[in-house]
């Protein structure tokens, strides 16, 4: 029993934290990054914290450091989307750009359009926000922005509320893995000027494209202000370095920079980061990850063909997930419960509902484990499958 | 005009950025650390980075990592606070705890009950969570507990609602410099027992006293539940570093956790920290920031008397801050905005109001400018103070 009361939205947030894995747990649970691919950050972190000492160890302006809001302006310059360093928040990682926009945009009650399934931790921090969720399923090519349309006209036909914001991870979707396609892009931006809700597009795989060729974002085919972009230096560099940003319009970005309750994200990894792109090791880098992400997911796929007879996949032009529809009669709950006893973590379809959906899903991040990992991985997950039948 | 409308709680946020001092400025404004003073942790980071990637280029639990937290427990037990890691959430700095805090226990219209005047940017945090405030003045032993009492009480007869939550800093309070005495102490606690709010102890300054006797933390002296800490490794080693804690029981630091929208703060700053505090550093950091801050604090008191004749303040035993009562008649939003027009910029006490106050104080943070930059600092305030007269 507690002293004070919790508040109302409290009721999302349980202190159940997942047990750490066993050791030999082959995790394909989480998009944690190859640990053979980590880069060696040591001298850039001492140049960071000494020679920037007076930069880096003192508190830093809430926005971020100007040169790294270049950097991110022209990074996104370099896929079409307009935007000066005045756009730019830079924050710690792309859950908390998530969060942010919802602190700015969100009231309790107010609807949010998300694809289903959709990426757990962004519903994750809806929930907190208490708000109410329109659900549009995918095919091939991303969300069904058609049906969407038809539920928004339906909607505003009976005088029901609108929508506030849309979330989609349209590259590489977590945890479909499908591309939205560039027709439906256009598509979703005149609906969102139509309805007036904001899209935001979340978009930390568009670097780890295996093949095919890249869809240009929402952002850089939506009018200013009806897209907020957020990206992460997760997936450019690596996890633990905890930034992202957030591309807006001048008024949204101010006013998210005034949201952070941090003081200003941390300045001594920023500057870490604006040394390594100067350098000119992020291009390198991401090819290696690239190369590297592809050969895990070709050798999964083989691999899953030999051990899950029966299971089928859409294969995913890069990112880092394969969205496993599971065996005619297979329970995805059952299977990840039984796949963690037998050693390898996987996530059930359970976990990306915003409400409910079928369990005939898991997804697999192939991004962690080894090849000879994934091999051994997933021979375990056809253990499970053969004791589950 | 926007695109998509604002929260209800946006509108404690504006977009207008503070402009950045012009070169020359000397700053008494906010609590930055001394520059001389900032440690080089270049071969710590260059550890962190290199040696640790494996835990520190990737995602790290939420509630911080164990050896980190293992460090607060005994910290804050060595003033009396019975704590174990599970106690324990590490954070992004003493404002995001705060954040934390709120998202977990106050809904919008809950009454937080704060010093007048209290640190300001607590209070606007307070303020996006769009609560009702409940002032208390204070006297030489900090805050009047026996009006809190009375005003409690006259609210529990008249049936009106009772506070969620206590905001303080009792330890060189931030910005009148007092420590709340031990027999107040005692008594909050009581009163926070009696009436069931949770007390917000926020205790950065403690380790930088230059005189007289430490009291023991609120929380010491509380049955558990009844006290959240706050602390921050900003005053203990460096600012840029963005981490503090949360000390509670389990269940709220869990769910605090929980509430944190950044996937786990930075491990990279986790491991440099307990680097440093493996090698000794942080007690012989301390003794020469508080042997800094000490002289500074002196510096700044003798140039007052010269430069500012008919201004009072208390002497703070330890700390970051002088809170001057201007000479009668003198209004502190002209003043400083006179002394910004002179060259050295000082918080006027509007900042620090939750509602409203009378205009007779300045905040002068002594941290950041030389014993050289205060002397002719405070010349410059002389400046302003003979133009306005």
Redesign the interface.
């Known amino acids: 029993m507690?002293?004070?009361?919790?508040?109302?939205?409290?009721r999302w947030?349980?202190?159940?934290?997942v047990g750490n894995a066993p050791p030999g747990m082959i995790s394909f649970g989480?998009g944690?990054?190859y640990?053979e691919g980590?880069?060696?950050?040591?001298?850039?972190?001492?140049?960071?914290?000494?020679?920037f000492?007076?930069?880096?160890?003192?508190?830093?302006?809430?926005?971020g450091l100007p040169e790294l809001r270049a950097w991110v302006a022209r990074h996104v310059g370099e896929e079409g989307v307009r935007a000066t360093p005045d756009d730019v928040v830079i924050v710690?990682?792309a859950?908390?750009a998530?969060?942010l926009v919802c602190?700015?945009?969100?009231?309790p009650g107010?609807t949010v359009i998300v694809t289903t399934p959709a990426y757990m931790?962004a519903l994750d921090?809806f929930r907190?926000y208490e708000v109410q969720f329109l659900e549009v399923t995918q095919d091939a090519e991303g969300m069904r922005v058609d049906d969407l349309r038809d539920r928004l006209r339906a909607r505003r036909n009976a005088g029901s509320p609108l929508p506030?914001?849309l979330y989609d991870v349209p590259e590489f979707h977590n945890p479909s893995g499908v591309t939205l396609s560039a027709p439906r892009r256009g598509a979703l931006a005149q609906l969102?000027?139509e309805f007036?809700?904001?899209i935001v597009e979340d978009d930390p795989y568009r670097r780890i494209r295996f093949e095919g060729t890249a869809v240009p974002p929402i952002q850089s085919c939506a009018p200013p202000?009806?897209v907020v972009g957020i990206g992460t230096f997760?997936k450019l560099i690596?996890?633990?370095?905890?930034l992202g940003w957030v591309v807006a319009?001048?008024?949204?970005?101010?006013?998210l920079?005034?949201?952070k309750?941090?003081?200003?994200?941390?300045?001594?990894?920023q500057r870490?980061i604006i040394e390594y792109a100067r350098a000119g090791h992020m291009e390198p880098h991401l090819r290696d990850l690239t190369r590297t992400y592809h050969a895990h997911r070709d050798i999964t796929m083989e691999a899953l063909k030999r051990a899950l007879p029966g299971a089928r996949w859409s294969r995913p032009q890069g990112g880092y997930y394969l969205w496993v529809h599971l065996p005619y009669g297979v329970d995805a709950d059952r299977f990840a419960a039984a796949a963690w006893r037998h050693g390898a973590e996987v996530l059930p379809a359970s976990e990306f509902y915003a409400t409910a959906g079928p369990a005939t899903h898991i997804r697999l991040a192939y991004s962690h484990a080894s090849p000879a990992e994934i091999t051994e991985g997933v021979r375990r997950l056809g253990k499970a499958l053969e004791e589950m039948r």
């Open positions: 507690n002293h004070a009361r919790y508040a109302s939205r409290a947030v349980t202190d159940t934290t989480s944690d990054a640990p980590l880069p060696d950050l040591g001298d850039l972190a001492r140049v960071a914290a000494s020679s000492r007076q930069e880096t160890l003192q508190y830093s302006g809430r926005a710690n990682g859950k908390h998530l969060d602190r700015l945009f969100v009231d107010d931790s921090i907190t506030k914001l969102a000027e007036g809700f904001l202000g009806v997760s690596a996890p633990g370095l905890r319009t001048p008024d949204i970005a101010g006013r920079g005034r949201l309750s941090d003081g200003g994200s941390c300045p001594l990894t870490l």
